[in-house]
């Protein structure tokens, strides 16, 4: 599996932003997806998961009720829609993929894509 994360860039504070993740290979219906993010000198943490369905998510206390994790299985895509950004919110985001269920876990995941900033100014 090939991931490709793309959509971050610079935006305000409160502003939003929608990141995407492009999965290669025939088994994205069958795979988990989850959000991480790293900031500068700061350890990759979870955002946000989403079933192989589509039918559970899990959301970091962090974003929840600002960011919505979705997916479209035709389109092997996986989405992340931020809304209400804080600086706080800055960092490099990556998608990452792991069979069937969502994890908060990073270690639980085994592909990876390559990352994308979002920097958000106040």
């Known amino acids: 599996v090939q991931l490709q994360a793309s959509g971050g860039g610079l935006v305000q504070t409160g502003g939003s932003l929608r990141l995407s993740c492009a999965a290669s290979g025939r088994t994205f219906g069958s795979l988990a997806m989850g959000w991480f993010r790293q900031a500068p000198g700061k350890e990759r943490e979870f955002a946000a998961a989403i079933s192989w369905s589509g039918g559970s998510t899990l959301y970091a206390d962090s974003v929840k009720g600002r960011f919505t994790i979705s997916r479209d299985n035709d389109k092997n895509t996986v989405y992340l829609q931020m809304n209400n950004l804080e600086p706080e919110d800055t960092a490099v985001y990556y998608c990452?993929?792991?069979?069937?269920?969502?994890?908060?876990?990073?270690?639980?995941?085994?592909?990876w894509g390559q990352g994308t900033q979002v920097t958000v100014s106040s």
């Open positions: 990452a993929s792991r069979p069937l269920h969502g994890s908060r876990r990073y270690a639980e995941y085994h592909y």
